[in-house]
C-alpha cells in the first residue's frame, strides 16, 4: 500500500527565507497528521548547518515517522561546463543530506529552459550531469527522482523538460536502477496538458508522487493551452486548492498506478490554507488509497 507524507506548502516563506519558523515547530505540526512521512526540503534555513541533520531526523523518527524524500533543485541546462560541474557538487551534498536523515529519494530537475538552448542540447546537458550523480547516490541507496517541474522559485526561466514531450524524452534517455519519476499532476496543468496522457506515457517509472490539486480562478483549460508555453497560466489561472476539490482525476490516477503495481510514496504537497485544508487533503488520500489498495 502506498504511503503518505506532507510537505510544508503554507510555510515555505516562513522556513527558508524569513526564519518566522523553526523546522521542529513544521514536525510537530505534521506529525499530527495521519501521516507516514515528512518529505524534505534541502533549502530550509537550519538544514545549513549540518548538525541539525541528525536532530531532526531523530525528532521525526520520535513521533514513528521516516523522511522519504527530498526536494531541491538544480540547474543542470546552463551552457557553462563550470557552473553545471558546481550544480553536480550541490546535488551530490543533498544526496548527503538525504542519506543522513534516512531518505530514499532525492529529486533532481533538467533545469531552466533558456532561450538559447535547443531541445536536444538541453536533454543531453541534463542527461550528462544526473548520470554523473548516479553512481554517487547509488552508493548511498539513494534514488534520483526527476519531476515533470514548472518552476524554481529563484529560476529565471521555467524548467526546461516542462513540456511532455521533453520531459519523457529526458526520462527516455536515462536508464538507470537509481534513477525514476516524481510524478506531479498538477504541474502538467501548468504547461497546458493532460495530467493522465503524461501518467500512462512514464507510468511504468514512476517510483514517488506528489499530490495536489488546482483549480481555475478564471477561464478554461483551453484558454491555459492558448497562453504562451502553458507557463503564464501558473499566477494568473491555476490557484493550489483542497485535494479532491480540483482539476485532478485521483480515480483516473490511482487506477493506473495500480495498473503498473505502484507502492511507494505519495507526498501532499498541499495545504496553502492552513492545517485544516492539509488535513482533509489527507484524510481523502487515505480513503483513495483504501479503495485501489484495500
Known amino acids: 500500500m502506498p504511503k503518505l507524507a506532507v510537505f510544508p506548502k503554507a510555510f515555505m516563506q516562513a522556513l527558508c527565507k524569513d526564519g518566522t519558523m523553526h523546522v521542529s515547530e513544521w514536525i510537530e505540526l505534521a506529525c499530527e497528521l495521519d501521516i507516514d512521512g515528512l518529505e524534505w526540503y534541502a533549502g530550509f534555513l537550519e538544514m545549513s548547518d549540518e548538525a541539525n541533520w541528525q536532530k531532526f531526523r531523530k525528532q521525526v523518527e520520535d513521533h514513528g515517522k521516516v523522511i522519504p524524500m527530498m526536494c531541491c533543485s538544480p540547474d543542470f541546462t546552463h551552457p557553462d561546463k563550470s557552473f553545471r560541474n558546481v550544480e553536480i557538487q550541490k546535488q551530490k551534498r543533498w544526496i548527503d543530506m538525504t542519506h543522513a536523515l534516512g531518505g530514499s529519494y532525492c529529486r533532481v530537475l533538467s533545469g531552466q529552459r533558456r532561450p538559447e538552448l535547443t531541445i536536444d542540447e538541453g536533454v543531453k546537458l541534463a542527461e550528462d550531469c544526473i548520470y554523473?550523480?548516479?553512481?554517487?547516490?547509488?552508493?548511498?541507496?539513494?534514488?534520483?527522482?526527476?519531476?515533470?517541474?514548472?518552476?524554481?522559485?529563484?529560476?529565471?526561466?521555467?524548467?526546461?523538460?516542462?513540456?511532455?514531450?521533453?520531459?519523457?524524452?529526458?526520462?527516455?534517455?536515462?536508464?538507470?536502477?537509481?534513477?525514476?519519476?516524481?510524478?506531479?499532476?498538477?504541474?502538467?496543468?501548468?504547461?497546458?496538458?493532460?495530467?493522465?496522457?503524461?501518467?500512462?506515457?512514464?507510468?511504468?517509472?514512476?517510483?514517488?508522487?506528489?499530490?495536489?490539486?488546482?483549480?481555475?480562478?478564471?477561464?478554461?483549460?483551453?484558454?491555459?493551452?492558448?497562453?504562451?508555453?502553458?507557463?503564464?497560466?501558473?499566477?494568473?489561472?491555476?490557484?493550489?486548492?483542497?485535494?479532491?476539490?480540483?482539476?485532478?482525476?485521483?480515480?483516473?490516477?490511482?487506477?493506473?498506478?495500480?495498473?503498473?503495481?505502484?507502492?511507494?510514496?505519495?507526498?501532499?504537497?498541499?495545504?496553502?490554507?492552513?492545517?485544516?485544508?492539509?488535513?482533509?487533503?489527507?484524510?481523502?488520500?487515505?480513503?483513495?488509497?483504501?479503495?485501489?489498495w484495500p
Not at 207 to 226: F, P, Q
Not at 242 to 252: F, R, S, T, W
Open 132 to 292: 554523473e550523480c548516479l553512481p554517487y547516490a547509488q552508493e548511498r541507496n539513494i534514488t534520483l527522482i526527476i519531476e515533470n517541474h514548472y518552476k524554481d522559485d529563484f529560476w529565471t526561466y521555467p524548467e526546461f523538460a516542462q513540456k511532455m514531450d521533453v520531459f519523457c524524452q529526458l526520462v527516455d534517455s536515462i536508464h538507470h536502477p537509481f534513477f525514476g519519476v516524481n510524478y506531479d499532476p498538477s504541474n502538467t496543468y501548468l504547461a497546458g496538458e493532460d495530467p493522465i496522457e503524461l501518467l500512462k506515457r512514464v507510468s511504468n517509472r514512476v517510483v514517488t508522487m506528489h499530490a495536489s490539486d488546482r483549480y481555475l480562478k478564471e477561464g478554461t483549460i483551453e484558454d491555459l493551452r492558448n497562453e504562451e508555453g502553458g507557463a503564464t497560466g501558473y499566477a494568473k489561472r491555476l490557484s493550489h486548492g483542497e485535494i479532491g476539490k480540483g482539476l485532478n482525476d485521483y480515480d483516473a490516477i490511482f487506477t493506473e498506478l495500480k495498473r503498473v503495481g505502484f507502492d511507494s510514496w505519495i507526498s501532499i504537497e498541499d495545504g496553502v490554507d492552513g492545517m485544516d485544508q492539509l488535513e482533509r487533503s489527507v484524510s481523502f488520500l487515505r480513503k483513495k488509497i483504501l479503495v485501489y
